[in-house]
């Protein structure tokens, strides 16, 4: 079964540190996408990136940058110079794929808390 | 800007009322997606849909829960009688059904059932 384990449930941080979400996956497949979503306060999920199993190549979006690692079979997030916006839950979740579809498998998130 | 839009966003009901959730996924996509959130159960996925046929509702409660997709444009999940347990945050999501494309979310539906 596919799974996806975010261990950190919550990060304090001061606004300007960075900070390093973990996201940890286990999958069959050899072709699978990795997503992080993000849910501020008021609660919406908004999608943030996606990632295919063949890139590897990191990815870099203004402070967020993400980190892909096959072999640990890691996919984490980290964002840099952190702001109290930035405060929210953070999902990572994996693409599982049936015959039918996609439909995706989250982990249970990590709570960031940025202080001013 | 295309989003999933869904109404209510928030309802209160008092227990063994029927409530209907409603969900119109962005135009073109054709797997619709219902979640529901609890802190205890984190995200889970009660049915999906796929050019308006349902594929899979195995996490869905059968007694009580009904999914729908009436059109294109209309998703529909219903909980007949409520129970104060499905309170919790029902998300519909929407995508193009390729493996791998992004899913898309809705605001939510916050259902309080007293």
């Known amino acids: 079964a596919q799974k996806v384990t975010q261990a950190q449930t919550e990060i304090s941080v001061v606004e300007k540190e960075d900070v390093t979400l973990d996201c940890v996956y286990e999958?069959?497949?050899?072709?699978?996408?990795l997503f992080w979503y993000k849910q501020p306060p008021s609660g919406e999920l908004v999608f943030l990136i996606r990632?295919?199993?063949?890139?590897?190549q990191n990815e870099i979006s203004g402070r967020y940058s993400w980190n892909f690692q096959k072999s640990t079979s890691s996919f984490n997030f980290t964002i840099t110079a952190s702001q109290v916006v930035d405060s929210a839950v953070y999902f990572c979740?994996?693409?599982?794929?049936?015959?039918?579809?996609?439909?995706?498998?989250f982990g249970a998130g990590t709570i960031l808390r940025v202080k001013s | 800007d295309a989003r999933v839009t869904q109404t209510p966003r928030h309802k209160v009901t008092e227990m063994g009322q029927e409530v209907t959730m409603r969900c119109q996924p962005i135009?073109?996509?054709?797997?619709v997606f219902w979640y529901r959130q609890t802190m205890m159960q984190g995200l889970e996925l009660l049915a999906y849909?796929?050019?308006?046929?349902?594929?899979?509702d195995s996490g869905m409660p059968k007694d009580r829960f009904s999914a729908e997709m009436p059109d294109a444009t209309l998703a529909t999940l219903k909980i007949q009688p409520s129970e104060p347990r499905d309170s919790a945050v029902y998300f519909c999501?929407?995508?193009?059904?390729?493996?791998?494309?992004?899913?898309?979310f809705g605001e939510g539906s916050w259902l309080t059932v007293v």
């Open positions: 979740a994996l693409s599982e794929w049936a015959e039918y579809g996609n439909k995706l498998v």
């Open positions: 999501a929407s995508g193009l059904g390729q493996h791998g494309n992004t899913i898309y």
């Open positions: 849909f796929r050019n308006r046929a349902p594929l899979d």
């Open positions: 990632r295919n199993s063949f890139d590897e």
């Open positions: 999958t069959r497949d050899t072709t699978y996408y």
């Open positions: 135009l073109g996509h054709n797997t």
